[in-house]
């Protein structure tokens, strides 16, 4: 829409009614935060062990022998899976004969956990594992249960968000992209009540909007966000960034029982690095180019966490440490790609935009927990692999085009000028500390 920023600017950028929509936004995400991230405890797996039942026949020695040792990151521990077969232990023990010394136990057939398991209780009373007994032949089901956690998630947020549709009032700019000019009008005249701002009389120009109607009332299909070769290569790109943003952060967030020391303390602290993180990516969206910011970001996420493999065992501190410094970066891409994706697309599919990558994030936290899961193979297998996927993706970022210093793009048209791998955009990329985009700024 022509001159809609300049038609809208006696509204101020922060009065009273952008700090109310900001926080009504701000709120409808809170309820996706605590249950995302309330699987790290319900889904958490405990150590766990073969059940020897009571009626056995086994003295105190071979019972407390039966269960076979395995390596288990350079240390020799009991076995999760397996036990020696007890109808062979209780002959043994009914001939008087010893563990060990008399009989060899490395020799011995084992069989599964015909029984069923014993768990600890040291971290977790109770989880979906423990009531399920998802562990040894049937852990695979873990992550599975923990994915579709995440699709109720998805779920729930597409409810949350059509229940917030009901109470934060809708953007005028898409209104009037959509013709609806008097919807439009009447919440930019809300607006400037709630702000104590008199109103101009006239806000649009009729001829203008006349002139500009057959383009407002185009209707948006998913399809448009492929409709040329340069929109294409752009959303596609933007939804494998999304994607595998997603993955990091996610995968990240539910390995946080798997780290040196308290479950509980290590999760407060990986809650606790967003906020700094999320100030960061606040200040370098304000000051920065998008490109350098997001990929500066994800490289310093990816790096540090393929880091990890390097540090030595005893050195656990340590490795917590580049875990948190991986969130961190990670974090903070996660918020910028925000802003970011907003502003590379014109008004009549932005929305559409932000919901088709939106859905590539929700897939990636679908995907997340399997990356974990591959931790039962090798500890430093998941952080290898999100590690490479996050350096990748901050390659891939450089790739797309600049939008700092740019307006927001309200027509294909627009969009089609920027070019990826270069931008052909007529902008320095610098502006002046007093000066803030007006993609941040905007109230609408």
Same mark, same amino acid.
């Given at each position: ?103 060899? $136990? ?41 994915? $579709?956690?995440?699709?109720? @998630? ?37 607006? &400037?009540?709630?702000?104590? +701002?008199? &109103? ?39 939804? $494998? ?23 509980? +303390? ?87 935009? @932000? ?10 936290? +679908? ?62 990329? +610098? ?14």
């Amino acid at each position: 829409m022509r001159d809609y920023d300049e038609a809208t600017a006696f509204l101020g950028e922060w009065g009273r009614f952008q700090r109310l929509v900001f926080f009504l936004l701000s709120a409808s995400i809170i309820p996706n935060g605590f249950n995302g991230m309330s699987v790290v405890f319900l889904a958490g797996t405990p150590e766990h062990r073969c059940v020897v039942p009571r009626g056995a026949n086994l003295s105190g020695e071979w019972r407390n022998a039966s269960i076979p040792l395995e390596l288990r990151d350079g240390q020799e521990v009991p076995s999760r899976c397996r036990r020696y077969r007890l109808a062979a232990l209780a002959n043994f023990s009914a001939l008087g004969l010893r563990p060990g010394s008399d009989v060899e $136990l490395e020799a011995l057939e084992q069989e599964p956990c015909l029984d069923g398991w014993e768990y600890s209780r040291d971290v977790y009373r109770s989880t979906i594992v423990t009531e399920w007994n998802l562990v040894c032949e049937d852990d695979w089901k873990a992550p599975l249960t923990t994915s $579709l956690f995440f699709v109720g @998630v998805l779920i729930g947020s597409f409810i949350s968000g059509q229940l917030s549709d009901r109470i934060i009032p809708e953007s005028p700019r898409w209104l009037i992209s959509q013709g609806r000019y008097k919807e439009a009008e009447a919440i930019i005249q809300k607006a &400037a009540k709630m702000n104590g +701002i008199p &109103a101009p009389a006239v806000l649009f120009d009729t001829a203008e909007m006349q002139d500009s109607k057959p383009q407002q009332q185009q209707k948006a299909i998913l399809l448009d966000l492929f409709r040329t070769r340069n929109i294409a290569t752009i959303t596609i790109m933007s939804l $494998l960034l999304w994607f595998f943003t997603s993955v990091g952060y996610f995968g990240l967030s539910l390995s946080t029982p798997d780290w040196h020391g308290n479950a509980y +303390i290590n999760c407060f602290l990986s809650a606790v690095i967003e906020v700094p993180a999320y100030v960061i990516a606040w200040l370098l969206l304000r000051s920065l180019p998008r490109r350098y910011s997001l990929s500066g970001a994800l490289f310093l996420g990816g790096s540090v966490v393929l880091f990890i493999q390097l540090v030595p065992a005893e050195l656990n501190v340590l490795s917590v440490a580049l875990v948190m410094l991986g969130k961190f970066g990670i974090t903070a891409a996660f918020s910028m790609l925000y802003v970011y994706n907003v502003e590379l697309y014109p008004t009549l599919v932005r929305n559409m935009a @932000v919901g088709a990558t939106s859905t590539a994030s929700r897939l990636g936290s +679908i995907i997340a927990p399997y990356f974990v899961y591959l931790g039962a193979y090798d500890r430093f297998l998941p952080y290898i692999l999100m590690g490479s996927l996050t350096v990748l993706i901050g390659i891939l970022t450089l790739f797309l085009p600049e939008s700092f210093g740019n307006p927001l793009p309200e027509s294909f048209e627009q969009m089609m000028k920027v070019k990826c791998f270069r931008n052909e955009q007529q902008t320095t990329g +610098i502006r002046s500390p007093k000066e803030s985009p007006k993609s941040l700024v905007t109230p609408f």
